[in-house]
C-alpha cells in the first residue's frame, strides 16, 4: 500500500518561510501508476486549490498562478520526498497543506479526480 506523509507545517509570521515535505512509502509511485506528485491546500469554508506538481519521471513542474514566484517543489529520490518551499508567505496562505500522488503533472484539474491523498499539514500564517 502507497501511503503519503507531510510535514513541516507550523506557525510562521507574514513574510517567512517554510518547508514542507511529503514522503512516500510502501509501493513505489509507478507502479500503481502514479507518475506525479502534487501540493494542494485547503482552508476553511473555501475549496482544496492546486498549488504545485512535479513529475516523477521527466522533472517538469507547474505552479499555480497564486503562489507562482514564491513556492519552489523539488525532490530527493533518495528519500522518496518531494518538498515545498514556501516563501514570503501571506496570511491568505493559510490553510491545511496536503500531498496526493497524480496520475501526471501537469493534468488538468491537478489530477485532483484520480490522486491518492496524504493526511495534510497545517500552514497557520499570522502575527
Known amino acids: 500500500q502507497l501511503q503519503l506523509m507531510e510535514a513541516g507545517g507550523g506557525l510562521v509570521q507574514p513574510g517567512g518561510s517554510l518547508r514542507l515535505s511529503c514522503t512516500a512509502s510502501?509501493?513505489?509511485?509507478?507502479?500503481?501508476?502514479?507518475?506525479?506528485i502534487a501540493w494542494f491546500r485547503q482552508a476553511p469554508g473555501k475549496e482544496r486549490e492546486g498549488l504545485s506538481c512535479?513529475?516523477?519521471?521527466?522533472?517538469?513542474?507547474d505552479y499555480s498562478d497564486s503562489v507562482k514566484g514564491r513556492f519552489t517543489i523539488s525532490r530527493d529520490n533518495r528519500k522518496a520526498t518531494v518538498y515545498l518551499q514556501m516563501n514570503n508567505l501571506k496570511p491568505e496562505d493559510a490553510a491545511d497543506y496536503l500531498c496526493?500522488?497524480?496520475?501526471?503533472?501537469?493534468?488538468?484539474?491537478?489530477?485532483?479526480?484520480?490522486?491518492?491523498w496524504g493526511r495534510g499539514t497545517q500552514v497557520t500564517v499570522s502575527s
Open positions: 496526493a500522488a497524480v496520475k501526471g503533472c501537469p493534468m488538468a484539474g491537478w489530477g485532483m479526480d484520480s490522486a491518492m
Open positions: 510502501g509501493f513505489t509511485l509507478a507502479s500503481m501508476g502514479y507518475y506525479g
Open positions: 512535479l513529475h516523477t519521471r521527466s522533472g517538469a513542474t
